[in-house]
């Protein structure tokens, strides 16, 4: 199915695995394939899209954190309203990886909104 690369594999996987693996656990799996494979451009696509969607779960967790703790200073009701919100936006998280995880698997080039173009320019560098 990916035809872009595959044949420059330096980690030993196919390259639907390795781009599968760069979503588990996101930055951390991601930096870990981009210095594997330094030439399949499919797989460090994969791996700078996990890069940035880790980078940016964990910036919304912090932001989140910190909107619900001055909002609860300010309101119990804002809080509330917060928190309800904030419990929305975990499940799209989720949701968002195991797409990733298998449109990557299935060989797929699926780019996350905002993050894919980005993503896209630092796999072509």
Request: with cysteine.
């Amino acid at each position: 199915m990916v035809t872009q690369g595959s044949s420059n594999q330096t980690s030993g996987l196919a390259p639907n695995v390795a781009s599968m693996l760069c979503y588990v656990c996101t930055f951390i799996t991601g930096i870990v394939f981009l210095v594997l494979e330094k030439n399949n451009k499919e797989v460090r696509f994969h791996a700078w899209q996990a890069i940035f969607f880790g980078i940016a779960a964990l910036g919304i967790q912090i932001i989140v954190s910190v909107m619900g703790a001055i909002l609860g200073a300010i309101s119990s009701l804002l809080a509330s309203l917060f928190s309800i919100l904030a419990m929305l936006v975990w499940p799209v998280f989720f949701v968002l990886w195991v797409i990733c995880l298998i449109k990557a698997y299935n060989g797929e080039h699926y780019h996350l909104p905002i993050i894919g173009p980005l993503a896209e320019n630092q796999a072509n560098k």
